[in-house]
């Protein structure tokens, strides 16, 4: 349960580059002499995403950090503007506050485009990245109804105020497939996570993550096509926002990369079959 997960962890402070001081939710996991292995969660939701995977990768070796970007789960919720370089300056400082020199990434969903700069602005602390559905070439991303609505102008804050578990789990299952539909118990747990702080009143805050990718297009692809570094993508081709159509792409410009994808498997292969997604991770990882 999530309120479990919270507990596991602590709050920990983190200076921003422009001085400001925020606390972000902090998990490690694995044994201490393991493989760093840092995690990097979607929007909306939080680093519980990646539950399903802790026992696996760590009984494999790896020394996973996880933890909740600003804005998400269990960390601060400032209603102040929000930024994709604020995260990765987030995950750097973490890795130096434990002494992290090397470290393979997983990636999903919002997390793919930290991922990616990270490859852009520190791939000699990267070993290799794993990626999981996410907007890795913003052309080719599809925002769902309600993430447009939220990028909205003033109409996106009242979205933001008046959304509910029930238009939450709606939209959930949009994004899942067909045949690994998530419970109504898992759905609850999700959006307990989501509300946590008031989480979802900062939505039409951090969507803006969307035009960020637009305005890094470039340099973030090309992070992708100059990268030395081994990349994996575990793919849901059923996913309507980030499927078939972009690992497409994937596939045309970056041949040497390893792809796992399935048709029955939509947004969160993590969540919709963690024993596929953790057998592929540890082959590669």
């Given amino acids: 349960m999530i309120a479990e997960w919270f507990s596991g962890g602590a709050r920990t402070p983190v200076r921003l580059p422009d001085g400001r001081t925020r606390e972000v939710f902090v998990r490690v996991e694995g044994p201490e002499d393991g493989r760093w292995l840092t995690m990097l969660h979607g929007f909306p939701t939080s680093s519980y995403d990646y539950k399903p995977l ?18 998400f789960g269990d960390s601060d919720k400032p209603r102040e503007p929000y ?24 990636a999903h969903d919002y997390g793919v485009s930290v991922a990616q700069e990270l ?20 052309e080719l991303h ?22 509910n578990e029930r ?6 299952r949009s994004i899942f497939s067909d045949e690994h539909q998530p419970s109504d118990e898992e759905l609850h747990e999700l959006w307990l996570g989501i509300t946590n702080r008031d989480g979802q ?19 973030w692809r090309g ?31 970056l041949p040497r990369a390893r792809v796992e994808s399935r048709a029955d498997i939509g947004h969160y292969p993590q969540l919709e079959d963690p024993g596929w997604v953790s057998e592929n991770l ?3 990882l």
């Fill in 54 to 71: 802790v026992a696996p990768l760590t009984t494999a070796g790896h020394r996973l950090l996880l933890f909740d970007f600003l804005g």
């Fill in 83 to 106: 930024s994709l370089f604020d995260q990765v300056a987030i995950t750097t400082a973490l890795w130096e506050s434990h002494g992290i020199e090397r470290t393979a990434v997983v």
């Fill in 119 to 138: 490859l852009a602005s520190h791939g000699q602390s990267l070993t290799r990245v794993a990626f999981m559905n996410g907007g890795l070439y913003s």
């Fill in 142 to 163: 599809r925002p769902i109804a309600i993430q447009r609505a939220l990028k909205a102008p003033v109409v996106g804050a009242l979205v933001a105020r008046l959304s």
């Fill in 167 to 172: 238009a939450f789990a709606a939209n959930m």
């Fill in 201 to 219: 009143r900062n939505h039409h805050r951090l969507i803006k993550y969307i035009d960020e990718r637009r305005e890094n297009a470039a340099r």
């Fill in 223 to 253: 992070a992708l096509e100059r990268t030395d570094r081994p990349l994996q993508f575990v793919w849901g081709d059923a996913d309507p926002i980030s499927g078939e159509h972009m690992l497409a792409e994937v596939r045309r410009t």
């Fill in 282 to 284: 540890l082959a590669f």
